[in-house]
């Protein structure tokens, strides 16, 4: 007889931690830290050149434990070998996730569908490799036989984040004779701007899409090529302005794209998982073939840690079961991704996709909804910038917001002489979070100067910080190829390390889906006589517009309004 999977929090791993949250939940980390002067050896991990630091966590190592037999209980190691595996555990779309066989650097053959995966993506990648050298060497001509200056990567979510953080973050090491720009919005301000000063000699256009179907991507797209035939009014000359990557070959050859400009990518690589592929390309023409098999190279080596060391010892398991730890025991709703690297200043951004449409889901995948809180909200910005904006709310707010920080030892690009400045600011910061400052502490302080008793009384509870407040800190030796393929990796990982707690499909988004279909259909009345009346429609495919909320019909008609 089947049984019924027991609920997560009918578990009694779920349960021992619920018991042990209770004893501890008060406790201070700045008591943690005075009773056992080794919490750094304890709770920190090295894994080539990054050193993740957990100590400043509300955490002893009886919680580790309990999390690590929860992630155990819910099988976490199982599932990690059945994703590397390519066993199709992306339920509800009925496919493997395999973006940790686009950096594999093995030669074993991974086969999926009879197909070997890793052949495949071999073939495709070095393909890609050939136009990006191609373009770096000046040797792929435009239409008049002049080199490539300008590289317009047209995409949008999973075909841009990505390419554009990394672009930007490996910025000391792209070829200063390119210049990179990435186009998402549908707002034609931006493309606009991006093409004013270009000339399409010396310009070619990527264009990203796993789908070759996205609203914004097929406008923009359009956008560029008009632009591109206004100036230079001859089609044939299309081919050398214009390549595509896309799991839809025949939509990219009816854009016009020739088959040998197609760069091909497969359905079991998530858009917001795939710059690992061909949709590098942009990150491929910047830095090289060599550095890009770094940028793999580093991932790889996380995906062989993740696969192969202990939960207690994991750095994607840790991160993913502490997040686990605020999110659901402690309440917490939200965290903060704060880098204090400039270069990773698109981190946040591009972490707020892999990890909000991954773990944003209230279903799970046994199809029930789930009676337990899910993914967090993420926000983050540079660190010091930051400081002087948000970290007010971090530090004294009424909302506990465990926070990652991510710094680099050594600045690649520099002389250095900001470093141990913006070093101490990240020492600082996750201290003064920690420890905060006691009444007795901020009392010494006020006394010591020119103030009277009442006004110090009544300045006290101002300036007290209660502290407790966690953050795990990434340190990084430098902002190398390798070392931002192993970052990424990390909370790669580490995200689906909570979809495996969660018991949720970390690799669909069915939330993108229904704005979608609404925007297909309103915009077929706006672009229709301009009448947005509620009123009955008789075709069956304005079914939506006749059942449309008197807002979004007075705004429809509002702006029909204006816009004449
Ligand atoms: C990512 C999502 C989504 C996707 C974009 C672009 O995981 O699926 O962000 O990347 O909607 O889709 P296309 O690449 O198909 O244009």
Redesign the pocket.
Known sequence: MSQQPISLMEMPEWQALQQHFSEIQNKHMRDMFAEDDSRFDQFSVELNEILFDYSKNRITKETIGLLVELAHACELPQQIDAMFDAKKINATEGRAVLHTALRNQTDQPLVLDGEDVHHQVRTEIERAYQLAEQVRNGDWLGYTNKPITDIVNI?????YLGPQMVTEALSPFVKPTLNFHFVANLDENQIDDVLAPLDPETTLFIV???????QE?MFNANTARNWFLSLVNDKSKLSKHFVAVSTNIEAAKSFGINDQNIFSMWDWV???YSMWSAIGLSIMIAIGKQQFEQLLKGASEVDQHFRSAELANNIPALMGLLGVWYNNFFDAQAIAVLPYSQHLHRFPAYLQ?ADM?SNGKSVALSGKRINYSSGPVLFGELGNPGQHAFYQLLHQGTKLIPIDVIATARNISGDNKHQDALMSNVFAQTEALMKGKNEQEVRQELESGSLNQEAIDNLVPHKIFEGNRPSNTLLLQALTPSNLGSLIALYEHKIFTQGIIWKINSFD?WG?ELGKQLAQSILKDLSADGNASSSSDSDSESNNSSNRDSSTTGLMSHYINQRN
């Open positions: 995409g949008i979510g999973g075909s990203c899409s796993k789908t070759f179907t996205t991507t998530g858009g917001r996709q449409e988004q993108v």
